[in-house]
């Protein structure tokens, strides 16, 4: 069972950057998709960024410019390079995977089978 460990996150002034790391403790084999969810405190758990085995990328509209998904094989380890931060980007920043590609659905997070524990981000004005 492969086990995802966010990290990363901290507290920021607005426009600053943060890039959070997701490290798997046994990279998948393909297919598989994975992606950064986020959740403010009283809110729902929000996508935020995705990507698959074929380097396929989607961004949500709030974070499109600003954030980047990448992913280091090698390194068996996930990213989100977020720049120009905001004060609502403030939240608990989840990793997640699921053995499969998807297709229609990027961002649900029912879809997802793999949960880190979560790094807190911070952006203050």
């Known amino acids: 069972q492969a086990q995802l460990v966010e990290s990363g996150g901290g507290s920021v002034q607005s426009g600053g950057s943060l890039r959070l790391s997701c490290a798997v403790s046994e990279w998948f084999y393909s297919p598989y998709s994975m992606a950064w969810f986020r959740q403010p405190p009283g809110k729902e758990r929000d996508g935020v960024a995705f990507?698959?085995?074929?380097?396929?990328?989607r961004y949500a509209d709030s974070v499109k410019g600003r954030f980047t998904i990448s992913q280091d094989n090698t390194r068996n380890t996930l990213y989100l390079q977020m720049n120009s931060l905001k004060p609502e980007d403030t939240a608990m920043y989840f990793c997640?995977?699921?053995?499969?590609?998807?297709?229609?659905?990027?961002?649900?997070?029912?879809?997802?089978?793999?949960w880190g524990q979560g790094t807190q981000v911070t952006v203050s004005s």
């Open positions: 997640a995977a699921v053995r499969r590609r998807l297709f229609f659905r990027l961002l649900e997070p029912t879809d997802y089978n793999y």
């Open positions: 990507i698959d085995d074929e380097g396929t990328t």
